[in-house]
């Protein structure tokens, strides 16, 4: 499929609790990126995958986010446990990953509300 | 660390009239991307500039590229209603491509 997937489109979740986004790359892409937008920080690249492997998760809150990629069509980006300051849309991008070309295509993003 | 702004950030303008959004980078790139986002959706690509002195058009959207200012610009021309929307400029900063970094974005109102 040539568009991006993210699951669930929306999340409202108590504090403390653990929180599961998940994503899937458009077919034969080899970049996945991970986005958090917010009102006051714009768009903030929290980590991003080539080929699988995680290459920068530097955006990243170490000791409550975590990003995976168990296989080349899903992505999984957890927060545990959530705080209200999570609250933000969570888009994946997908890209070819191409030496000179990174155009990503993103998905329509995971609205998270943390009360 | 790479620093990418855009100016203005909120533009209001009449139909049929020309504006140009500008968007600065900080250190050296020749990979750049304009993006549009329309109001609780996602980003749609709509142009993708690869080279110093690239230019692209679409429709009323025209976007160019100067790599030697680090300077990217967005010109509208005769704006209509639906050119509304919020514009973001990206730019890759990674050697081996990946790694967008997003300006804050320009949220365009075009009035009739």
């Known amino acids: 499929d040539a568009r991006v997937t993210q699951t669930p489109r929306h999340k409202v979740t108590e504090m403390g609790q653990e929180v599961t986004m998940r994503c899937q790359p458009i077919?034969?892409?080899?970049?996945v990126f991970w986005y958090r937008q917010t009102m006051m920080q714009g768009l903030e690249l929290l980590a991003y995958f080539r080929n699988r492997a995680p290459l920068d998760d530097s955006g990243m809150p170490k000791d409550r986010f975590s990003a995976e990629m168990p296989d080349a069509t899903l992505a999984t980006l957890k927060i545990q446990p959530s705080e209200p300051r999570d609250s933000a849309v969570y888009f994946c991008?997908?890209?070819?990953?191409?030496?000179?070309?990174?155009?990503?295509?993103f998905g329509q993003g995971t609205r998270l509300t943390v009360v | 660390e790479l620093k990418v702004e855009q100016n203005p950030l909120f533009l209001s303008m009449q139909e049929g009239k020309n504006y140009t959004i500008y968007c600065n980078y900080s250190?050296?790139?020749?990979?750049l991307y304009w993006y549009r986002q329309d109001p609780g959706k996602s980003l749609e690509s709509l142009f993708v500039?690869?080279?110093?002195?690239a230019v692209k058009q679409e429709g009323r959207l025209m976007a160019s590229l100067d790599t030697k200012a680090r300077l990217s610009t967005l010109h509208i021309t005769a704006a209509v209603h639906d050119l509304s929307a919020t514009y973001f400029c990206?730019?890759?900063?990674?050697?081996?491509?990946?790694?967008?970094?997003f300006g804050e974005g320009t949220q365009l109102t075009v009035n009739p």
């Open positions: 991008a997908s890209a070819l990953g191409q030496l000179m070309n990174t155009e990503a295509f």
């Open positions: 250190t050296t790139s020749d990979r």
């Open positions: 077919l034969g892409h080899n970049t």
């Open positions: 990206a730019v890759d900063q990674g050697r081996s491509g990946s790694r967008l970094t």
């Open positions: 500039l690869l080279s110093n002195g």
